[in-house]
């Protein structure tokens, strides 16, 4: 997924991040709400990560902003406001969820896959593609009992295609899924990758459709 996270501490930043990197989405994250405005505009966000308290406003009048123009981006407020009519204030403006601080990264870590699936239209974590067993909240991947390995670039291709399995996704759209701003993007990275999917899961796994991009085949 792509992940827009909005927090003004950087040492919490910095966490949050690495450990949703590592999770395999690509995160951008920002200090303020002038800056989280600016993002949200220039990029399709699938997610943000909200903090309530900013040095220059609160988060819950940006995510009543989102709601009043119709988006749909999935929000998880972080807040160290651990009172029930903050919590309650947070879900009625529009979060999907709302964590308090301090917090362990692998409760957040699950959340943020527990509000993509219900995005995506499939809570069930368990996916099955032909011999393939797919746990999408493990991250694990078996065939016959044994485990396919994949990068954290690979799962989030995987997933990518998953949610959307009945469309055709465009390079440009994948892209956008794995890399975040500052990252630096070569011209067939998202040809690479899927190279590398299609030997470890098989060569029949993913549908290249000339011109348009890649399609997950269900009829395996």
Not at 24 to 39: I, K, N, W
Not at 153 to 166: F, K, N, P, Y
Request: charged content about 30%.
């Amino acid at each position: 997924m792509r992940v827009l996270l909005v927090e003004d501490d950087p040492l919490l930043g910095q966490a949050v991040r690495d450990q949703i990197t590592r999770d395999g989405h690509s995160t951008d994250c920002v200090g303020s709400l002038g800056d989280a405005r600016r993002y949200e505009q220039a990029a399709n966000y699938d997610l943000i990560l909200l903090d309530l308290m900013l040095p220059d406003g609160r988060g819950i009048d940006f995510l009543r902003e989102l709601r009043a123009r119709g988006s749909t981006v999935a929000v998880i407020i972080l807040t160290a406001l651990d009172q029930v009519t903050s919590r309650i204030a947070g879900l009625n403006a529009g979060a999907d969820d709302y964590l308090v601080k301090p917090f362990d990264l692998s409760e957040l870590s699950a959340r943020v896959n527990a509000v993509a699936r219900r995005y995506s239209g499939n809570p069930n974590p368990l996916v099955t593609l032909g011999d393939l067993e797919i746990d999408l909240a493990a991250h694990s991947i078996k065939r016959d009992g044994q485990d396919i390995s994949l990068t954290a670039s690979e799962w989030a291709l995987l997933e990518a295609l998953i949610q959307r399995q009945d469309s055709i996704l465009s390079k440009a759209q994948l892209e956008e899924r794995l890399y975040s701003f500052s990252d630096e993007i070569g011209s067939n990275t998202i040809e690479v990758h899927m190279s590398r999917l299609r030997k470890k899961m098989g060569a029949d796994l993913i549908e290249t459709i000339r011109g348009l991009g890649y399609r997950l085949r269900n009829d395996r």
